[in-house]
């Protein structure tokens, strides 16, 4: 890293420094020992793993805008359900998201008004109806041909106002 590199992320190496002071996870396999994959939203209020009660080394964790269920999820969770364990998967998008508070073209829009930057090539995937893309979304994991028979599939609402989980029955 050049100087201008440390001093952008000089707060993430100090932090880095006291994390491999108390460093404990070395024992860890990359296995998702409780057998869980989380697919949820890159929203930095959303801890997944306190959300569940678990700890690092228990769940995968699948993180883009919106939580949704995209052709890189689906790779990643045939992955996950064949080396590394996982028979069960959450898709867990939140309250108060902003990919569930605009329209695509309202999203290109105000990239290109803010930055200059036109967008229109990119799917953002918003979403009009919370309920309803989740279970959407829950549905394609379960068709998805290649994906191990043995995983359980469930979608859950995360309110970021309360922590409370919310189960969707499809």
Not at 8 to 23: P, T
Not at 64 to 77: F, Q
Request: overall charge neutral.
């Amino acid at each position: 890293m050049n100087n201008a590199q440390n001093n952008v992320f000089s707060d993430v190496l100090e932090a880095n420094k006291k994390f491999k002071k108390s460093f404990t996870y070395k024992a860890l396999t990359g296995q998702a020992a409780k057998g869980l994959a989380i697919v949820t939203c890159m929203d930095s209020r959303i801890d997944p793993l306190a959300v569940v009660g678990m700890e690092s080394g228990d769940v995968k964790i699948l993180r883009n805008a919106g939580a949704r269920v995209t052709e890189d999820v689906l790779r990643t969770l045939v992955l996950a359900s064949y080396l590394l364990k996982v028979n069960r998967i959450l898709v867990m998008p939140h309250t108060d998201c902003a990919m569930a508070s605009s329209e695509e073209p309202e999203i290109h829009a105000k990239i290109f008004e803010q930055h200059q930057v036109d967008t229109r090539s990119l799917e953002f995937r918003t979403v009009s109806n919370l309920k309803q893309a989740l279970i959407t979304d829950v549905t394609r994991i379960r068709s998805f041909p290649l994906l191990s028979k043995n995983v359980t599939v469930a979608g859950a609402i995360y309110n970021v106002e309360t922590g409370e989980l919310e189960l969707i029955e499809d």
